[in-house]
Nanobody, 128 residues
Framework: QVQLVESGGGLVQAGGSLRLSCAAS????????MGWFRQAPGKEREFVSG????????HYADSVKGRFTISRDNAKNTIYLQMNSLKPEDTAVYYC?????????????????????WGQGTQVTVSS
């Protein structure tokens, strides 16, 4: 069993930055690829970024590439999402999730149904 708790969301002006954290409990954290997803009102949950168990493989959605950076610290059972140059369209609830495998393909990392555990989400609001 893995429990995930996100933090770091908030209200920020366009162009600003936020750093999200996701603290995990459970032995499987270091054996799992991890992902960040987001869901805006009225929209489906979408992939933002994913990272393999070792941190050696990272993927980003095109909409955040060059602005967001994912990282993980297995010693602290925590993953991070540094978000820079935020835009109003980044406004959403952000979720972290634990993948069922330590590593996967780019397609697998984007697939919601391949994640076994989800956090409760943290709200990010970007004002224009």
């Amino acid at each position: 069993q893995v429990q995930l708790v996100e933090s770091g969301g908030g209200l920020v002006q366009a162009g600003g930055s936020l750093r999200l954290s996701c603290a995990a409990s459970g032995r499987t954290f270091s054996n799992s690829a991890m992902g960040w997803f987001r869901q805006a009102p009225g929209k489906e949950r979408e992939f933002v970024s994913g990272i393999s168990w070792s941190g050696g493989t990272i993927h980003y959605a095109d909409s955040v590439k060059g602005r967001f950076t994912i990282s993980r610290d297995n010693a602290k059972n925590t993953i991070y999402l540094q978000m820079n140059s935020l835009k109003p369209e980044d406004t959403a609830v952000y979720y972290c999730a634990a993948h069922r495998s330590p590593r996967t393909t780019a397609q697998g990392m984007r697939a919601l149904n391949e994640y076994n555990y989800w956090g409760q989400g943290t709200q990010v609001t970007v004002s224009s």
